[in-house]
């Protein structure tokens, strides 16, 4: 019953931006780190960012200086603010949170930038 839901994702064009969120629900009596992954088809599903119960962030290479990680621990909630967004940043983002005593997924957002 435990379940992470994302929202957000969209087609933007390149340097744009976009603003995904990430609200757990269900019975829920801790939440420690949590994230965000992207994956194309074909690849291994690749961290973008991490952050900390505690708000200590994780950045990938790639979209440092660009997105950036925060939590809501009131709403339940984790966002990804992306500017400045490349046509390589298309992909699927997926949610993942460390939720009571395991790893929860959402199902994925898609996100498209333009060139």
């Known amino acids: 019953q435990v379940q992470l839901v994302e929202s957000g994702g969209g087609l933007v064009q390149a340097g744009g931006s976009l603003r995904l969120s990430c609200a757990a629900s269900g019975s829920i009596f801790s939440i420690n780190a949590m994230g965000w992954y992207r994956q194309a088809p074909g690849n291994q599903r690749e961290l973008v960012a991490t952050i900390t119960s505690g708000g200590r962030t994780n950045y990938a290479d790639s979209v440092k200086g660009r997105f950036t990680i925060s939590r809501d621990n009131a709403k339940k909630t984790v966002y990804l603010q992306m500017t400045s967004l490349k046509p390589e940043d298309t992909t699927v983002y997926y949610c993942?949170?460390?939720?009571?005593?395991?790893?929860?997924w959402g199902q994925g957002t898609q996100v498209t930038v333009s060139s």
């Open positions: 993942a949170g460390d939720l009571n005593t395991r790893r929860y």
